[in-house]
Each structure stands twice: as C-alpha cells, then as structure tokens.
C-alpha cells in the first residue's frame, strides 16, 4: 500500500483544517488506517484510527472532542477532520496503514506510511 497525504497548511488558533490521505492499491479495506503527528523535537505519537470495516474509532485524548477520523473504501481515502485546532496541534502529520485487527495505536504495528504533511497552528 502506497499512501499520499495531503491537506496541511497554516491556520490561526480556533479554526479548522482536513486532511487527506488516498491510498494505491486494492488491499485498501484490508487495513486499519491512522494517523500519527511527529511536533519538532518529540516523537512520533498517535492521533486517530478508523477499523478496516469503519465500524470502530480511536483517538488520542489531546484530539478528542475536536478531531475526526473517517474513511471511504470505494475510493480508497481517509480522512482527518480537526476542528478548533490549537498551537499544539502543530507538527507533521502522517497516514498509516496496518494489518492489525483493531483500532490500532501503536506506532510499531502500521506496516506502511505516507509522507507527512505540515499542520501549523499559529496563536
């Protein structure tokens, strides 16, 4: 699986931002798909995760209430929709698939990884 991120940009305090992921392959459904953020300076951490069957959810809880997660099979995409986004929220952020069963939040678990796209949040 091949995975192109996209959607990032700048954005004041308070204000909104989606982003894409679209995915190359037909194994797409077969996938739990995440998003992660890496901030400079810190480590890589987890974000959001979608089920393969769309059927269960995961957040971090810094994101919940304010981001969310979904995802279209037929056209092989995820989403991330974050709302009322904060200075903290600024980082480079990345789509991930894994074979996992589950809402998978592991960094280790995700077998494939997009490129990242940047997210700044100015105040």
């Known amino acids: 699986v091949q995975l192109q991120a996209s959607g990032g940009g700048l954005v004041q305090t308070g204000g909104s931002l989606r982003l894409s992921c679209a995915a190359s392959g037909r194994t797409f459904s077969r996938y739990c798909m995440g998003w992660f953020r890496q901030a400079p300076g810190k480590e890589r951490e987890f974000v959001a995760a979608?089920?393969?069957?769309?059927?269960?959810?995961g957040y971090a809880d810094s994101v919940k209430g304010r981001f969310t997660i979904s995802r279209d099979n037929a056209k092989n995409m995820v989403y991330l929709q974050m709302n009322n986004l904060k200075p903290e929220d600024t980082a480079v952020y990345y789509c991930?698939?894994?074979?996992?069963?589950?809402?998978?939040?592991?960094?280790?678990?995700?077998?494939?990884w997009g490129q990242g796209t940047l997210v700044t949040v100015s105040s």
């Open positions: 991930a698939a894994s074979a996992t069963m589950g809402v998978v939040t592991i960094t280790q678990q995700y077998d494939f």
């Open positions: 979608i089920t393969l069957n769309i059927v269960g959810t």
